[in-house]
């Protein structure tokens, strides 16, 4: 279950490599919105910032999508 952040909260994102950052948080009707800052992933590739949807899946899961 993901918890509804309060406006302008920040959370912890854990990419598959095991690379862990901050990111931004908040809601839009029933999903969340992460604003995620620029990184390097585990190996070595830099990754611009970029703002993710995440929202439930009609199967009930969870799913993130890049906003652009």
Same mark, same amino acid.
Do not use: K
């Given at each position: 279950?993901?918890? /509804?952040?309060?406006?302008? #909260?920040?959370? +912890?994102?854990?990419?598959?490599?095991? +690379? +862990?950052? $901050?990111?931004?948080?908040? &809601?839009?009707? /029933?999903?969340?919105?992460?604003?995620?800052?620029?990184?390097? &992933?585990? =190996?070595? #590739?830099? $990754?611009?910032?970029?703002?993710? =949807? +995440?929202? =439930? #899946?009609? =199967?009930?899961?969870?799913?993130?999508?890049?906003?652009?």
């Amino acid at each position: 279950m993901i918890d /509804d952040p309060p406006q302008g #909260s920040n959370c +912890v994102i854990e990419f598959g490599d095991g +690379v +862990v950052i $901050v990111a931004g948080a908040r &809601t839009d009707g /029933d999903a969340h919105l992460l604003d995620i800052p620029a990184y390097r &992933t585990a =190996r070595g #590739s830099n $990754v611009g910032p970029g703002e993710w =949807r +995440v929202a =439930r #899946s009609p =199967r009930g899961g969870w799913r993130a999508h890049p906003r652009r």
